[in-house]
């Protein structure tokens, strides 16, 4: 989505930022919405930053502030129970996920095309005013169900496809009502997503099922949004697999695919198949750049893949005829397959380092060839502790047998009265390749 492009999220930390952002809370809605309108250009936006993110965001939502007069308090509270799935940015695009900036022309197409909301929403405000708090009660689910009926009918000009897509979600979403509210509320997700996440628990796990099972009795809502819900505040998506063999009790993908949770094992795929491609890509950037930076993240990348891979294969069996299945074994080779390619660029980026390690340049622990040499040992390291498991260990014998003799070779010694750094640098690039 053409949201904020957060280039430098350490920017939204500026206090500058909060302070403009404090400000707008306070502009009349209407000066609010025309400073949004200007700042909303498409140029503007790809030169973006965290802390103009922020504003916009913040724009966007005075239009919905119930605190004031002229905003729309009751599209402030239907979008309360759509927060657990709303995400800022096209990067975190996902089936179970929501982009905040479809809410905009989601309410207003629903305004424009019903003319029982209109009078809805003017009964709201009323009721605000008044204190009427059974009667906003009641209007609430009015109002959630005939924007769940309308969603399927709106129609929208020069929109993205992908805000249409979203408009069915919200009225999917929307459609659980008061239900899939109190449902939130049990387990505890009742807000936005957070990074760090959450971590799935025993109590999550048990407050879902009863949840699970409510909402499963009453045939008028898909259940499966409640474990979007739950999958979008974990710190670990992928533990979902688990709460799904929980809850089912099932391990078997036949039986599995026929499940009402199948779509969240779906996306828990396509996650898995994400992660390896940006693995790919970030240990080939690696072997070309050669940098300390580079290397780590490559090996971020990749042991995070193999996390990922390795938690499902524990709660599921991936049968190789299911697509679960080939998705899994598909992204798996294409790692597998790489990473004894690249060894090599690897291991000449520490062969550099002790061919050339001189103690009036290389034996400082900040040189860029030895951080280089570092995270290249560490991540020869990471990957052979992998590499059984996931098929690629046979090049690991040989490629030890070398680096052991690299690093056994005799190296030019230290002017006299200073200190010999390279035994330290040295045990450094061992202890990275599991070699001690």
């Known amino acids: 989505m053409p949201e904020p492009v957060l280039t430098d999220p350490d920017q939204a930390k500026d206090p500058r930022w909060q302070q403009l952002v404090a400000l707008i809370s306070k502009l009349p809605p209407d000066k609010a919405n025309k400073l949004r309108e200007l700042l909303s250009g498409d140029g503007l936006i790809k030169a973006s930053s965290a802390g103009f993110g922020q504003v916009l965001q913040a724009l966007e939502l005075r239009r919905s502030d119930g605190e004031r007069a002229a905003a729309e308090p009751l599209m402030r509270k239907i979008c309360t129970l759509l927060e657990p799935f709303l995400v800022n940015d096209d990067s975190d695009e996902d089936a179970g996920t929501i982009r905040r900036k479809s809410l905009v022309p989601w309410w207003e197409a629903s305004m424009a095309q019903s003319a029982a909301l209109r009078d809805i929403d003017q009964q709201y405000q009323r009721a605000i005013r008044e204190k009427l708090t059974a009667e906003m009660e009641r209007l609430e689910e009015e109002a959630m169900a005939e924007l769940s009926r309308r969603a399927r009918s709106l129609t929208f000009k020069n929109t993205a496809q992908s805000i249409i897509e979203d408009v069915r979600r919200i009225g999917t979403v929307v459609g659980g009502g008061t239900a899939l509210a109190k449902a939130l509320r049990e387990i505890g997700v009742d807000g936005p997503p957070s990074r760090p996440g959450i971590e799935l628990d025993e109590l999550i796990v048990r407050r879902f099922g009863k949840a699970y099972e409510a909402l499963s009795a009453d045939h008028a809502f898909d259940p499966v949004w409640l474990g979007h819900a739950v999958m979008n505040h974990l710190d670990k998506p992928w533990e979902v697999v688990s709460l799904i063999h929980r809850v089912t009790g099932c391990t078997d993908v036949t039986m599995l695919e026929q499940t009402e949770l199948a779509p969240l094992m779906d996306r828990t795929m396509d996650q898995l198949v994400a992660v390896a491609a940006r693995a ?155 070699l001690i």
């Not at 299945?325 to 520490?350: C, H, M, N, V």
């Not at 070779?409 to 035994?423: A, C, H, I, T, Y």
Request: no cysteine; proline share 6%.
């Open 280 to 434: 790919i890509n970030a240990i080939k950037e690696a072997a070309r750049q050669r940098t300390a930076g580079e290397i780590a993240m490559a090996t971020g990348q990749a042991n995070l893949y193999f996390d990922l891979a390795e938690s499902i294969a524990r709660e599921i069996k991936l049968e190789r005829a299911s697509a679960w299945g080939q998705a899994y074994l598909t992204s798996r080779k294409s790692l597998s397959d790489l990473i004894p390619e690249k060894l090599e660029d690897f291991e000449e980026i520490i062969t550099d380092f002790t061919d050339d390690w001189a103690p009036d340049t290389y034996g400082r622990e900040n040189h860029p060839a030895y951080l280089a040499a570092a995270a290249a040992a560490d991540f020869v390291g990471a990957m052979k502790l992998r590499a059984a498991r996931h098929g690629f260990g046979m090049p690991f014998t040989a490629l030890e047998r070398r680096l052991q003799e690299a690093l056994g070779r005799s190296v030019k010694r230290p002017r006299p009265n200073e200190p010999d750094p390279w035994p330290l640098q040295k045990r450094r690039l061992l202890t990275g390749l599991r």
